[in-house]
């Protein structure tokens, strides 16, 4: 039997805002206004978002409205 693993990718604001090709400011911004979707995880004070739920939103064509 192989056992296989997978990896979830988890980003901070900034790995967010960057993968978003946007300012943190903005994103920021654009989370506090609720057109980012809410955060997968959080680890102590930091907001973590799963690679795949920045991607599935840029892929909608942006922020959630």
Do not use: Q
């Not at 959080?42 to 920045?54: F, N, P, S, V, Y």
């Amino acid at each position: 039997m192989i056992e296989t693993t997978s990896r979830v990718e988890y980003l901070n604001r900034v790995e967010a805002a960057e993968r978003c090709r946007i300012p943190v400011s903005s994103f920021d911004k654009l989370r506090r206004d609720g057109l980012v979707p809410e955060p997968d995880a959080r680890m102590g004070k930091h907001l973590l978002w799963r690679a795949d739920t920045i991607d599935e939103l840029l892929a909608r064509g942006g922020t959630d409205t």
